[in-house]
């Protein structure tokens, strides 16, 4: 059974007491929320996961493909970035 762990903001990147918990309680892999994909904060957030054991094993985007035309294209350029 693999083991994972929701990043919801990236304040949770700077909290090394919990980088380590996670490396120490062999967490395989984390969740990504949108503050990821925030500009300047992916290269960051690669560096961090990086020196860890744990992977990216899911990114949540919530994307909005029923709002409006412009949600649905909005939702499309966040998925390809």
């Known amino acids: 059974m693999k083991t994972g762990f ?3 903001n990236k304040q949770l990147f700077e909290n090394f007491d919990l980088l380590e918990a996670l490396d120490e309680t062999g967490c395989d892999g984390i ?10 904060e992916l290269e960051h957030v690669k560096e961090v996961v990086a020196a860890h054991t744990f992977e990216i094993a899911a990114l949540c985007l919530y994307t909005d493909f029923t709002t409006s035309v412009t949600e649905l294209y909005n939702s499309l350029r966040q998925a390809d970035r």
Not at 31 to 40: D, K, N, R
Request: overall charge negative; some cysteine; hydrophobic content about 45%.
């Open 6 to 8: 929701c990043m919801q």
């Open 31 to 40: 969740e990504l929320w949108p503050f990821a994909f925030e500009s300047g």
